[in-house]
Nanobody, 128 residues
Framework: QVQLVESGGGLVQPGGSLRLSCAAS????????IGWFRQAPGKEREGVSC????????YYADSVKGRFTISRDNAKNTVYLQMNSLKAGNTAVYYC?????????????????????WGQGTQVTVSS
């Protein structure tokens, strides 16, 4: 079956780092845009970062620019989200999703947020 499995979350202190992984099985990520989204208690799900399939273009929410980095390793069929300088406000369940279209990355991120189905995600908790 087609699956995306998120991992790498955990409990970290403010200022710490985590690397989240999104591992695909049942299909190849090479031709898919990938997005990381998060949902905190009482909040709507929001786009964090997305990366295109065609040229590697990226999108970052303003709140994470300069601190988070999205990347892909097609050989490992995995997408990563490196999160540095974590803040308490980054506490949320983080999800990844995909889309085969090649629109501009900002538009793709919006579309994925509206149309994707969501798995279990991985919990990130930033607390001292």
């Amino acid at each position: 079956q087609v699956q995306l499995v998120e991992s790498g979350g955990g409990l970290v202190q403010p200022g710490g780092s985590l690397r989240l992984s999104c591992a695909a099985s049942g299909f190849t990520l090479d031709y898919y845009a990938i997005g990381w989204f998060r949902q905190a208690p009482g909040k709507e799900r929001e786009g964090v970062s997305c990366i295109s399939s065609s040229d590697g273009s990226t999108y970052y929410a303003d709140s994470v620019k300069g601190r988070f980095t999205i990347s892909r390793d097609n050989a490992k069929n995995t997408v990563y989200l490196q999160m540095n300088s974590l803040k308490a406000g980054n506490t949320a369940v983080y999800y990844c999703t995909t889309d085969p279209r090649n629109w501009a990355i900002k538009a793709m991120c919006v579309v994925m947020g509206l149309t994707s189905t969501w798995g279990q995600g991985t919990q990130v908790t930033v607390s001292s």
